[in-house]
């Protein structure tokens, strides 16, 4: 009978109920999706790290660098020549590098030419086909081949730089003739070619702009001599030679190498070295800030909707004083009526709980699979992190206690001959 009066007293006051809910769901909710996006951002970016233990590039920002060749989330510090790379790719140190070089994007997904190695890397299986072997044959990630519905046989043209508005690489187009199984690393989102491939899908767009500029050459001087024809190709020829490629994964043999090798590449070429693990966490101390602030917020919030609970007993407890006053009279103990006010509060707490819960997964779906965000492979979207929501449902009912204790209190100590002396 208790508990049955209890939901009623819930459902007679509609606005504050809601009111109390919608604060509390709002907390939840909040905090829930910040705990749930650090744990799904920390875990792809350790699955996306492997065994990659450096990363050499164009000067620039470490950080932007590592964002760019390892996850795949930034524009590159630059480009770097081919075959200086392959000089200290060749280091003693070195166990295994992996070079990497793109520009070319389909629909915005990026393509990224490199070696079979880098799909070794991850240790990624196919999931239909094989891999690249000839120039303009590619291998799909699985969400790519998921969203784009790309299968074995799909042909495509790449598009010039980062954005899916781009000109059109025409001529010779991709063909698909791998799909990779799901990973859950960056792979899942790139489109991964021989590196040959990128360096001639370029070269036909710098041609063109060759001859078109040429062209307004020619109808400016109409009369270039044939020496200046060979100096031309001449020219082409020694572009053609000089190839450049984005950034190489490196793998090392031993700790000497992250101490000696940054220094020495740095100093001796227009190139540096940077360390995922240095670089990711220092990311992270960055965003640290920025999730703790938004989790003060929430916390804030839910101690809001906790006040909110309370000036609700608060007055239930006044108004409704005669009918705990009779409830006494009935045989209702003090007890009951505390553990009453109480069970109000706590089932408040737990609606709000769901209710953010269910918002958290929402807004992490929207996150994850909108276009417009980072693209983020992830196992179980709806997974339930034990721990830490355990831990925020806890603190969810520890506010909700602490907002009813007081009013409990009140009506604990009712007296049945004042207030019904009163009615």
């Known amino acids: ?77 630059g480009n770097i020549s081919y075959a200086t790379a392959q000089k200290w790719m060749k280091h003693p140190f070195i166990k295994k590098a992996v070079p990497l070089a793109y520009g070319d994007n389909y629909r915005g997904y990026k393509i990224v030419g490199s070696t079979q190695d880098y799909i070794n890397l991850y240790k990624a299986q196919l999931e239909e086909g094989h891999l ?89 001087h109409a009369e270039h001599d044939h020496n200046d024809e060979g100096h031309h190709h001449h020219h082409e020829e020694e572009v053609k030679q000089e190839r450049e490629i984005t950034a190489v994964l490196l793998q090392v043999k031993n700790k000497m190498a992250y101490i000696s090798l940054p220094r020495f590449v740095s100093e001796n070429t227009d190139m540096q070295i940077a360390s995922p693990a240095i670089e990711t966490n220092r990311l992270f101390s960055l965003l640290g800030v920025g999730v703790e602030t938004i989790a003060g917020i929430a916390y804030g919030i839910m101690l809001i909707g906790g006040i909110s609970i309370f000036i609700f007993l608060f007055h239930m407890i006044r108004e409704k004083r005669y009918e705990f006053a009779l409830l006494r009279t009935l045989g209702a103990s003090r007890i009951q009526l505390f553990g009453m006010v109480l069970v109000q509060s706590v089932v408040i707490a737990i609606i709000g709980f769901f209710i953010g819960s269910v918002l958290s997964r929402l807004g992490l779906y929207y996150l994850i699979s909108s276009e417009e965000n980072v693209k983020l492979s992830v196992e179980n979207i709806y997974q339930i992190r034990i721990v830490e929501e355990s831990a925020l449902l806890l603190s969810t009912l520890a506010i909700a206690i602490l907002a009813a204790f007081l009013p409990a209190i009140k009506a604990y100590r009712i007296s049945i001959s004042k207030t019904l002396a009163h009615a």
């Open 132 to 220: 690249f072997e000839k120039e303009f044959d590619v291998v799909v990630g699985s969400q790519i081949a998921k969203t784009l519905d790309l299968k074995i046989g799909s042909q495509f043209e790449g598009i010039h730089g980062e954005s899916a508005e781009g000109e059109v690489h025409h001529g010779k187009p991709y063909t698909v003739v791998g799909v990779l199984e799901p990973s859950y690393t960056v792979l899942d989102q790139l489109i991964v070619c021989s590196i040959a491939s990128v360096w001639e899908s370029h070269e036909e767009h710098d041609n063109e702009e060759e001859t078109h500029n040429h062209s307004y050459e020619s109808h400016d």
């Open 1 to 77: 009978m208790i508990l049955k009066i209890a939901f009623k007293n819930i459902i007679t006051k509609p606005l504050n109920t809601f009111l109390s809910v919608l604060l509390l769901s709002a907390s939840i909710g909040l905090i829930s999706l910040m705990i749930q996006l650090k744990d799904i951002v920390e875990s792809h970016f350790d699955h996306s790290i492997k065994d990659v233990n450096l990363v050499m590039g164009a000067k620039g920002s470490p950080l932007q660098l590592i964002l760019s060749a390892v996850y795949q989330m930034d524009s590159p510090t």
